[in-house]
């Protein structure tokens, strides 16, 4: 018989079973995977088998990140015994043909496997390298396979990394000397396709766990191997009253509880990963896993098992990374650095060996006066400490950032985000085309984020292009072409009729362009004024809303549950459907990109998006229909008009195209209407 690849689908328990027991055949070169992954790989349209007379031959799992145009490929196994027939190749070409829209396959493969061969004659070319968090810490070489697209975005992916702290018992599953009941759940963690996803960290009281065992060779065996976690030592007090919150609240939650050591044990993981500024702790512990409600509610900490992070590490990562509602409970201030106080500065951000204390503090006093009107902004917490300092000027056509530095604080990876997008409207707004960060020694935070927002390295510099083009990819092209020889750098290729997700990558690396003869959709979402008011705060309330940090790059609005035809990514204009007092017309007031759609009941709608502020479980409730379900909208970047469309305008634009307009409920729109409405919003004449 023929041999043929199925994408198994969820219901298809046996081949999903055989391919489990085929990857068991391999953990060792493989890595370990647990059955729950291969289930979710189905369902998210990642498990790709060869089969030939109802046997599975081999197999490849992919995810597909929906905040990333790439393929990430996990595992690529063909049974030792039919190697030889071609079939991984098939099975890669499979990919492929599946996923064109994709900008391509991203695998990992340890060195001293020596497959280099293998990888080449499937097409893909060396990717760089990165060194594997297992016991031997081996080095795995990355590889990607190119699916023809632009290719001056293929490196744009964030570096950051999903930190994840670890009780004793996950911690003696990957370090301890023998090997404990079910500890392939927790090894996981370190297989090589998750090598540059999570990095595991500890905190004091797992010292002190390893310090209380018995068995001298363990105790030091397990002290060592310390040393391949990152180390985390939150503030004692801190840990101390959060510790005290939290036993309160799971004695009232959970009075059948009995209050001891075990108890206050467990709590003080809880405690300390949410005073070190992280979200998510892994752990098989059934006392910690019952207390996981309650250090979400006290602590905002997600206690999850290690199979958890391994399925959804896309997600637990961005929540991590990138979370508005906490700047929301917060008093931040921003002002300019008064002459004279350049010293205070060196204590609260890094400094290079060759850009120490005395040196940094020159090089700000030197952006104060001069022949150049340097800004210098500096951004203090509700303490009053540093967070997050900048310096910018406008030099011709190109926005130059001498300063760019975020301190050691629990929200840096949310600060240095939204910094970032704010550089970029800052740039924009002063008709800039090109941002340099020609700071020598930026955030590492910020270098890290940097790649999601179409940032380079040029002459070891960081760069970006702003491309002011809302128009045709040839248009596009052509302003990205001349400002990309300006750089001397080499331009991509544009077509038209490229793929949602390409597009998706453009135009945010290039933000603002817009490529209108894109397959990429556009959306008009009508959203009530109190709605508009609190995400972008258009209609302004008479009481301002602080915004410091200007619109929150990310957001999520709800809606009921039935579907109008959403795809993602897509683009969306927000149309306030009333008027928040008598007279006031409704209007277009702004522009977003769509990430992600999702339909389930608004409790666990609630649990997955809160971190982005803004709705409170009941509001969620209330956009509930009569399924129980709601619908959330997920979408970034958001651009507020300078000019509102009104209604009429509106009208007007749609019937001069010829084009229908529904204004009742979220409705797709053509891309030349969306290109009439953003240029009017635009307009200054």
């Excluded at 939204?418 to 970029?424: D, N, S, V």
């Amino acid at each position: 018989m023929a041999i043929k690849l199925v994408s198994v689908s969820p219901a298809q328990d046996e081949l999903i079973d055989k391919a489990i027991a085929l990857g068991d055949r391999y953990t060792k070169t493989l890595g370990l995977l647990t059955p729950p992954a291969y289930r979710k790989a189905a369902e998210d349209g990642g498990l790709l088998a060869a089969v030939e007379a109802d046997e599975v031959l081999g197999y490849a799992l992919f995810g597909l990140p929906k905040r990333s145009a790439r393929i990430r490929l996990a595992h690529l196994c063909v049974a030792e015994e039919q190697r030889g027939r071609g079939i991984a190749r098939r099975l890669v070409e499979g990919i492929k043909d599946r996923y064109p829209q994709r900008l391509g396959i991203k695998a990992k493969c340890r060195r001293d496997y020596n497959l280099s061969g293998m990888w080449r004659s499937l097409g893909f070319v060396p990717d760089g390298e990165v060194r594997g968090r297992g016991r031997d810490g081996e080095i795995l070489d990355g590889w990607w396979l190119d699916l023809g697209h632009p290719d001056l975005f293929t490196e744009m992916e964030s570096d950051a990394l999903l930190v994840v702290t670890v009780d004793h018992g996950v911690f003696a599953d990957l370090r301890g000397l023998a090997d404990t009941a079910d500890a392939e759940e927790s090894r996981a963690l370190e297989a090589g396709w998750m090598a540059d996803l999570v990095e595991l960290a500890y905190t004091p009281q797992l010292v002190h766990e390893i310090r209380d065992l018995p068995d001298t060779a363990e105790r030091q065996h397990q002290r060592a191997a310390l040393t391949g976690l990152r180390k985390l030592s939150p503030d004692l007090a801190a840990v101390d009253e959060r510790s005290r919150e939290l036993l309160q609240a799971a004695t009232q939650a959970m009075p059948d509880l009995t209050v001891g050591a075990g108890l206050r044990l467990r709590l003080r993981y809880v405690a300390e990963t949410s005073c070190a500024g992280l979200q998510v702790l892994a752990t098989r512990d059934p006392l910690l896993s019952r207390l996981a409600d309650v250090a979400w509610e006290v602590a905002r900490v997600r206690v999850v098992s290690p199979s958890t992070v391994t399925l959804h590490v896309d997600e637990l990562r961005q929540a991590q990374v990138y979370r508005p509602a906490d700047l929301m409970g917060t008093e931040f201030r921003s002002g300019e650095v008064a002459p004279g106080g350049e010293d205070e500065l060196v204590a609260f951000f890094h400094q290079a060996s060759s850009d120490d204390g005395s040196a940094f503090a020159e090089r700000l006093r030197s952006l104060n006066g001069g022949a150049v009107a340097w800004r210098r902004e500096l951004l203090r917490d509700g303490q009053g400490r540093p967070v997050a300092l900048y310096a910018w000027a406008l030099d011709g056509r190109t926005l130059v950032v001498p300063v760019l530095r975020t301190a050691s604080h629990p929200l840096e990876q949310t600060l240095a985000r939204q910094l970032l997008f704010l550089i970029k409207r800052l740039g924009r707004d002063c008709g800039a085309e090109i941002i340099r960060i020609s700071d020598p020694h930026p955030s590492e935070v910020a270098r890290s984020a940097a790649g999601d927002d179409g940032f380079f390295e040029h002459d070891g510099r960081l760069v970006a292009l702003l491309v002011n083009v809302c128009g045709t990819a040839a248009e596009v092209e052509a302003v990205a072409g001349g400002l990309a020889r300006e750089l001397t750098v080499d331009t991509t290729a544009l077509r038209a009729g490229m793929s949602a997700e390409v597009a998706a990558v453009v135009e945010r690396a290039w933000w603002p362009a817009k490529v209108i003869d894109s397959k990429l959709p556009s959306f008009l979402v009508p959203i009530k004024p109190r709605w508009s008011t609190e995400l972008f705060n258009v209609p302004a309330i008479l009481i301002p809303r602080s915004d410091v940090l200007g619109i929150s790059r990310e957001h999520v609005y709800y809606r009921s549950s039935g579907r109008r035809g959403e795809s993602v990514p897509a683009r969306l204009l927000w149309y306030v459907s009333e008027g928040n007092f008598p007279g006031e017309g409704q209007m277009v007031v702004g522009s977003s990109r769509l990430d992600e759609v999702l339909i389930d009941t608004p409790d666990t709608l609630f649990s997955k998006f809160e971190h982005l502020g803004v709705y409170g479980r009941a509001e969620v409730q209330e956009a509930a229909d009569a399924s129980g379900r709601a619908m959330a909208l997920r979408f970034s970047d958001t651009e507020i008009f300078p000019k509102p469309v009104t209604l009429r305008r509106l009208t007007s634009l749609a019937k001069d195209l010829g084009l229908p307009l529904s204004l009742i409920s979220l409705s797709k729109i053509s891309n030349e209407l969306f290109q009439a409405v953003y240029k009017e919003g635009h307009r200054t004449t």
